[in-house]
């Protein structure tokens, strides 16, 4: 992609439209012909299109060849039609999951259109995310990873230490997450605590569980600093709930205290602020100021940051272990990677 | 007179003013334009009583002011769509 497509005024008009609890004025943006086809382009792959065309329908954004118009509402639609088809498919997970009396929730993209999102057609997505109960993950990677017997070593790292694991459902992606990133702030929360207050969704008649909005935006706030391909939407995702679920403000640093990952709801909030132009005086952007990141913890975002590696990046993981468990990790990723080469 | 009633079936969907887009738990969708939107923000819920097709185009005709003969084609035309990937109930 681009870096000019990427900091194109009508990229971050699109992210930054119908924001909850801000009035955001700017003046409306020309997007000229030459430009749209790589704005379409970007907006498609960061699940923006629904946010440009909306932004275009309520003239933030201008175009002024009504066929390039009508393309990009295309594209919001067809962005819909993967949503209720990967909808349809987290409704059958939620069959096999609850018959074999498994805990999980649905996370990010489903959760916050429906959630955070007054109009679900504005947060499109592109897989299904879940988490698993700890206690329960290894009956769910057998329920649902076909190759769980051939890779025994790759699990037993995951349910130690990892993020979790993509498996495939009815053919499309199912994100299994045992935690919410990999490395130094992965280990860190305890996902056990994540399912002592949950909510709710309801698709095709059926309840989804789903995270509470304090987890939710701590969960976007990994994504948005941890995770891999850290666009704009992820950042939108930051400022969504934080915007919009004001209660949840205070409990996420109050469990990001607790856990030991201010660090990474800082940095999410700071870079959501940045990359949107967010004003700088909102309480959230105040507190995230506040934080007082470590060397170590920076040392460690800067390896996300960066995008390094999976294997640098899962090594940020030893710091934060006390001394007795850095041998398994030792031990368990070199394990993983002997099964990897084989 | 058609002494049909209907409702929503178990779907996923996404509406927005110029289309909506319904899916069966099986993945099967059915993308529709024009009034679908409106046929479909007026469906009872899945769990709701069904209301009678001919309440439901009157419905629409009063909000659009569309000939009532062309509102009750294109409304039968999207619920039998809708019925046969099973996001729409259409009782005798």
């Given amino acids: ?342 | 007179m058609d002494h049909r009633r209907v409702r929503r079936g178990r779907a996923l969907w996404r509406a927005t003013p110029d289309t909506v887009v319904v899916a069966a738990v099986d993945g099967r969708t059915v993308h529709a334009d024009g009034s679908a939107p409106a046929i479909w923000k007026l469906l009872p819920d899945h769990h709701d009583e069904p209301i009678a097709l001919t309440t439901l185009v009157e419905q629409l005709v009063a909000e659009h002011g569309a000939p009532h003969a062309r509102v009750y084609d294109d409304t039968v035309n999207v619920l039998e769509a809708w019925e046969a990937i099973g996001c729409a109930v259409l009782d005798s």
């Avoid at chain 1, 175009?63 to 390039?68: F, K, M, Q």
């Avoid at chain 1, 349910?159 to 280990?187: N, P, Q, S, W, Y």
């Avoid at chain 1, 207050?197 to 309840?207: H, Y």
């Fill in chain 1, 1 to 342: 992609m681009q870096f000019s497509t990427r900091n194109h005024p009508a990229v971050l008009a699109a992210g930054r439209h119908l924001l909850p609890g801000t009035t955001l004025r700017a003046d409306p943006i020309v997007l000229e012909s030459d430009d749209i086809e790589g704005v379409r382009a970007f907006c498609r792959a960061d699940r923006l299109s629904g946010l440009l065309a909306t932004a275009v329908g309520d003239g933030a954004v201008v175009v002024e060849d009504e066929r390039l118009t009508a393309a990009i509402v295309e594209d919001w639609h067809a962005a819909l039609e993967a949503c209720v088809v990967l909808e349809a498919l987290l409704v059958r997970v939620r069959a096999r999951l609850d018959d074999a009396a498994i805990r999980w929730m649905a996370t990010k993209g489903p959760a916050i259109a429906h959630l955070d999102f007054e109009d679900p057609t504005l947060r499109a997505f592109g897989d299904i995310d879940i988490i698993v109960h700890p206690d329960d993950w290894r009956r769910a990677i057998d329920l649902l990873d076909d190759d769980a017997l051939s890779r025994p070593h790759f699990h037993h790292y995951v349910d130690r230490f990892g993020k979790g694991v993509t498996v495939l459902v009815d053919d499309m992606e199912v994100d299994v997450h045992r935690r919410f990133a990999i490395g130094r702030f992965g280990v860190r929360p305890d996902m056990a605590e994540c399912f002592d207050n949950t909510t709710q969704f309801e698709l095709a008649s059926e309840s989804i569980p789903a995270p509470s909005a304090a987890i939710r935006l701590l969960h976007a706030c990994f994504h948005a600093t941890l995770g891999g391909n850290r666009e704009l939407r992820a950042f939108r995702d930051v400022a969504q709930i934080a915007l919009g679920r004001p209660d949840a403000v205070a409990e996420v640093w109050e469990i990001a205290h607790r856990w030991e990952v201010e660090s990474v709801v800082a940095s999410a909030v700071l870079e959501a602020w940045d990359r949107l132009q967010l004003p700088n005086n909102l309480d959230i952007a105040v507190q995230a100021r506040r934080i007082d990141i470590n060397r170590a913890d920076a040392r460690a975002l800067r390896v996300f940051a960066n995008e390094d590696r999976f294997r640098r990046q899962s090594l940020t993981t030893l710091g934060a272990l006390p001394w007795r468990n850095r041998p398994t990790f030792v031990h368990s990723t070199w394990m993983m990677s002997r099964e990897h080469r084989r």
